[in-house]
Nanobody, 124 residues
Framework: QVQLVESGGGLVQAGGSLRLSCAAS????????MGWFRQAPGKERELVAA????????HHTDSVKGRFSISRVNAKNTLYLQMSSLKPEDTAIYYC?????????????????WGQGTQVTVSS
């Protein structure tokens, strides 16, 4: 069973950048597709970006395309989310998650393992 720990969140001004990291232990991340999700106050948790096991395929939700980039380094058992041109509406708790599925990496309920989340706050 894999354990996931996020880091890198914080307070940033609009237009700024942050890089989130997700460190995995208890298993090899190369066995899992992975994703970043976020949950803003009063809203449902949503998919931000997902990446295949090898990293060869990525998906970014429309609201972050061109601003966020998901990547992974399997040799380091680490997932990343580079966030640029941040907006106040990006404020949320960001979670990383892992799934064994190959074909359904965009479906939240397919994710089996979750981190505890890291807060990202973007001030205007």
């Amino acid at each position: 069973q894999v354990q996931l720990v996020e880091s890198g969140g914080g307070l940033v001004q609009a237009g700024g950048s942050l890089r989130l990291s997700c460190a995995a232990s208890g298993g090899s991340v190369s066995d899992y597709a992975m994703g970043w999700f976020r949950q803003a106050p009063g809203k449902e948790r949503e998919l931000v970006a997902a990446i295949s096991r090898s990293g060869g395929t990525t998906h970014h939700t429309d609201s972050v395309k061109g601003r966020f980039s998901i990547s992974r380094v399997n040799a380091k058992n680490t997932l990343y989310l580079q966030m640029s041109s941040l907006k106040p509406e990006d404020t949320a708790i960001y979670y990383c998650a892992a799934t064994r599925t190959v074909s359904s990496i965009l479906i939240q309920r397919e994710y089996d393992y979750w981190g505890q989340g890291t807060q990202v706050t973007v001030s205007s």
